[in-house]
């Protein structure tokens, strides 16, 4: 790790791995688990790499005890994983499946037995087939459905988890109702604005239920006890030509309608002006209604901060490349930008636009297809290398522990992911593990960044 060692960081800061149940559980029709929208979306022809569904993933429904004890082996202490609402609920409310349950309360003992931090989000993406048929997260009723499923998993597992994120990246849910291209597949620009808007007060619904389980918001941040946040992902753009007026317009305009639609409400109480601008200039504006902002900005005890990259936009394609070359950027191996400063322009983000003063968890950094075919090594052990991801991961932490020493509250620092997964439309096309994993997690091979990261938790 280029100079950085784990002692650079604070001794109480932890390392984890992050996963979500939709791409790694399998066993997507076991034990009494209703249908989720990918499910059903990824057997449209066309909509996924190869038609790949999540029915395998990484079969972590059946073997979850290797992969938990892996991840200890490795030096992690912490797991973000995700519950399966379809599979705690199969109809979205009302009917619980009491087989689901017993499957996470194994899983999150596992954890606790391999001195992982559980981390759970309630919703990463895999919305109930049967509330979709119901107008999912377009019906303002999806405030209450996933209240009474929030609150179910509050009561039942409280006691043994002390991190709690209500969802995981809210844009998902605008690429699946506004541009089609995710799960459920609707798309209409106010679709995806409405879809938005219902989800933030579901977010802010469910933080109530929290507090009136476990009571009002006291103090800092405290693993002792349960805490709440919500993970939002920060893709911050930049203009290509900085001096270009119709490149910085365009960027702005993109903060505005990708990450700021969700932090203006939760932080700031309501949308920006220019986002409510675009709103009804496009005829989008969604519905709302008196209270709503109330609702959606609940105190929280943390953020969680998703962190891959910076995206750059130019009114004229042609520039984006040229900029980003001669900018000081680089492209990796699998065309993706080299921008690790991207995590500490988001940490910056928080504390100076937002002055957040919760403690910030970054909650997924991790990237894909850097690695070679695995080749044996002279003892003939199969090594598989990725280089790229190894530079990618250092770079990420070195600018990390920059924006902490200018005293930025970060807190723990989650990898995405263990293994190769069911990368959503991208089905197992894309590889985002530090083990490589023939799908159905057979045949595991660590990856050269498996051994770094190893090398820099254990020493
Ligand atoms: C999502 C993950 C996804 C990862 C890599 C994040 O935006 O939360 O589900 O696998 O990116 O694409």
Redesign the pocket.
């Known amino acids: 790790m280029s100079g950085l060692t784990v002692k650079d960081f604070p001794k109480d800061f932890k390392w984890g791995i992050a996963t ?1 149940a939709a ?1 790694i559980e399998g066993a997507a029709f076991e034990d009494g688990k209703g249908a989720e929208i990918w499910d059903v979306f990824s057997r449209i022809p066309g909509k996924t790499f190869g038609g790949q569904t999540p029915d395998v993933a990484c079969d972590y429904y059946h073997k979850f005890p290797e992969q938990l004890a892996l991840m200890k082996e490795l030096g992690f202490n912490s797991h973000r994983f995700s519950f399966s609402w379809a599979r705690i609920l199969p109809e979205g409310t009302g009917r619980v499946n009491e087989k689901g349950l017993d499957f996470y309360r194994r899983a999150v003992d596992a954890m606790l037995e391999n001195g992982l931090m559980p981390n759970a989000t309630l919703y ?2 895999d919305l109930p087939q049967e509330l979709e048929y119901r107008g999912g997260f377009l019906n303002r009723d999806v405030v209450n459905w996933f209240t009474e499923y929030a609150g179910l998993l509050f009561e039942t597992f409280g006691d043994l988890i002390p991190v709690w994120t209500t969802f ?2 809210p844009i ?1 849910t605008y690429v699946g109702y506004g541009l089609g291209a995710f799960a459920p597949g609707r798309k209409s620009e106010k679709s995806g604005r409405q879809a938005n808007h219902n989800l933030l007060l579901a977010h802010g619904s469910a933080v109530k239920r929290f507090r009136e389980i476990f009571g009002e918001k006291q103090g800092g941040f405290d693993t002792s006890r349960p805490n709440v946040g919500i993970v939002v ?1 920060i893709w911050h753009h930049h203009p290509a030509r900085p001096d270009n007026a119709d490149d910085v317009r365009l960027a702005e305009l993109e903060n505005e309608k990708a990450y700021r639609s969700y932090l203006d409400p939760i932080f700031k109480g309501g949308y920006s002006p220019a986002l409510l601008k675009f709103m009804a200039d496009s005829y989008c504006l969604p519905d709302i209604r008196p209270g709503d902002f109330e609702l959606i900005k609940q105190p929280l005890d943390f953020f969680g901060l ?1 962190c ?1 990259n910076r995206v750059v936009d130019s009114a004229d394609p042609s520039k984006v490349r040229q900029a980003v070359e001669f900018g000081g950027g680089n492209y990796m191996d699998n065309g993706a930008e080299f921008y690790p400063k991207a995590i500490y322009d988001a940490l910056h983000i928080m504390k100076d636009m937002y002055g957040l003063t919760i403690p910030i968890f970054i909650t ?1 950094n ?1 990237t ?1 297809n850097c690695e070679e075919e695995p080749v044996r090594d002279a003892e003939g052990r199969l090594r598989v290398h990725d280089v790229t991801r190894i530079r990618y991961i250092d770079g990420f932490l070195e600018w990390l522990k920059k924006a902490m020493d200018e005293g930025i509250d970060v807190r723990v620092y989650y990898l ?2 263990l293994l190769d997964n069911f ?2 439309t991208a089905g197992n096309s ?1 590889r ?1 593990g530090i083990v490589r994993s023939d799908y159905g997690a057979e045949n595991l091979l660590l990856k050269d960044s498996a051994y770094h990261m190893k090398e820099f938790l254990l020493g």
Request: charged content about 20%; proline content about 0%; cysteine-free.
């Open positions: 979500s791409q990463h993406w995981n990246e998902a992902d998703n891959y997924e991790g894909y995405w992911t990368e959503w894309f985002f």
